[in-house]
């Protein structure tokens, strides 16, 4: 059993650092006490959630484009539509193979792809379409994506938490575009907006007491 050389206790497992004081530990480690229970989920069942969403959310962007405007020429709806759709296949894709880090994955991957969008749209005159549509849909897609990494996927309540933070922080980015006015449609940042209210709100259905009981615990409310 290792024995950290700080505050002199045992420790159970194969700490090298003392979780108590951060001091290195010493001797063999021993077998964890507690049980490793791994997160199970349905790959098949993720999957056909995914795919049916992409087509979903394909088919209603050709629906939007032949109800509402025919002219896509500089306006990249139809683009916006398919990087969306597979940003939010990454997203699911990353949260089933590495299930850490999916936030943080997330922001970087819808940070890279908008301001990519915002350099070519600058290259090729700059027509807006970037912050107006690729934006907003980046985000939307991201919300769907969290929202079917949540409800298919068993996480833990504190990642529960995060993921409801970021639904929130990916649906006030659009509205914070069309509060400086640099959109020149506000309907996709306020579809956006409210898939993010929706998203929210069906997040904490699923587990609102979990979570609740949680923040309440880490607030010491």
Not at 121 to 126: A, K, Q, R, S, V
Not at 150 to 176: D, F, W
């Amino acid at each position: 059993m290792r024995r950290c050389t700080g505050c002199a206790v045992d420790i159970e497992g194969d700490w090298a650092r003392c979780p108590l004081c951060s001091a290195p530990t010493t001797g063999e480690a021993a077998p964890s006490p507690l049980p490793a229970v791994p997160l199970e989920f349905s790959r098949r069942r993720v999957l056909r959630a995914l795919f049916l969403t992409s087509i979903a959310v394909i088919l209603a962007s050709f629906t939007a484009q032949l109800l509402f405007s025919r002219d896509l020429d500089g306006i990249g709806v139809l683009r916006s539509v398919w990087l969306g759709v597979s940003a939010m296949w990454l997203v699911v894709l990353m949260a089933v193979r590495k299930r850490r880090n999916v936030a943080k994955g997330t922001v970087y991957l819808v940070v890279l792809v908008v301001l990519v969008c915002v350099y070519w749209d600058y290259l090729t005159g700059w027509r807006g379409w970037s912050l107006t549509y690729a934006a907003p849909i980046l985000c939307a897609s991201s919300i769907i994506a969290l929202l079917i990494t949540v409800r298919v996927m068993r996480i833990e309540v504190g990642e529960h938490i995060l993921y409801s933070g970021l639904t929130v922080l990916l649906g006030l980015a659009p509205i914070g575009f069309l509060a400086f006015g640099w959109v020149t449609d506000p309907l996709p940042s306020a579809i956006c907006g409210i898939l993010s209210v929706v998203a929210l709100v069906l997040l904490q259905l699923g587990r609102g007491q979990d979570v609740q009981h949680e923040l309440a615990k880490r607030l010491h409310l």
